[in-house]
């Protein structure tokens, strides 16, 4: 339906949610179907990974090991989702080249299913983060429900990451080996297992330039210190969350008609 207006792609896609969220779900099983365990490794993997982090590294920084694993778990969940949004993106266009060519639906219906799987796959994780805080005793608030505009913020920005990876992929995949390494490194300079106030100076401005420390501070502040989130974390995620917005509806606007073709 490469004829249809880019709103009205837009449009149509989102109303044929039941189409994009059944197929993502879809993917979220399938990635485990061989195994036993089958969907209940994405909270079990996140579980290791989790607990091993704050073993290793909380002594070595000092924290205290209950909030430190709470720290890691909320910072973990949301790094993944982001990472994955970039990283997999790539292919989501060529993956799904015979149903674009074969059934008459618009092409925004593919990084809306990329991001939903995404989307699944962490609040399977944030299982492990639940047990988490209510293992380590974890008194919420009633500042919790910033979470709510947290939760909104984060997944437009990754559908806007989706998309935006996907028409570049479509375009430049060898950039898709580079975005991998850049990802990896990206790991390492975002707060998730360590303090960015720890020592102070370059690390903490490193930390207040990277836009995924902020959206991982929204919902860190309302779940762990029991407050809102900062004014420079709220300036940071909205602003980063509308200029992807602009710069990836005018990219597809600018490529959407010719993405079949380059495909």
Not at 81 to 96: E, H, L, P
Not at 132 to 138: E, G, H
Request: net charge positive; aromatic share 14%.
């Amino acid at each position: 339906m490469m004829n249809m207006s880019l709103f009205d792609d837009l449009a149509s896609s989102l109303k044929n949610w039941r189409f994009w969220a059944r197929f993502a779900w879809q993917d979220v099983v399938n990635a485990n179907i061989r195994t036993h365990a089958g969907i209940v490794l994405y909270p079990v993997l996140a579980a290791i990974w989790i607990v091993t982090i704050s073993i290793l590294f909380g002594d070595i920084l000092g924290a205290d090991r209950d909030d430190f694993m709470a720290y890691v778990g909320v910072g973990y969940v949301v790094f993944t989702f982001i990472s994955g949004c970039i990283t997999a993106s790539y292919s989501v266009f060529s993956r799904n080249l015979k149903i674009i060519q074969n059934v008459p639906i618009g092409i925004m219906n593919f990084p809306l299913r990329e991001t939903s799987r995404f989307l699944f796959q962490m609040l399977l994780q944030c299982i492990t983060v639940a047990i988490i805080f209510v293992a380590t005793d974890i008194n919420l608030t009633l500042q919790a429900f910033w979470i709510i505009p947290a939760v909104i913020f984060l997944i437009i920005f990754g559908l806007c990451l989706t998309l935006l990876f996907a028409i570049i992929g479509t375009y430049l995949p060898d950039l898709a080996a580079l975005t991998s390494s850049f990802m990896r490194l990206l790991f390492f300079i975002t707060p998730i297992w360590w303090y960015p106030g720890l020592r102070g100076g370059t690390r903490a401005l490193i930390a207040d330039m990277n836009p995924i420390t902020h959206f991982i501070r929204l919902f860190r502040y309302p779940l762990l210190e029991g407050g809102p989130p900062p004014p420079l974390t709220l300036i940071m995620t909205a602003g980063s969350m509308c200029l992807a917005l602009v710069v990836t509806l005018c990219l597809f606007a600018a490529t959407r008609r010719h993405i079949l073709l380059r495909l």
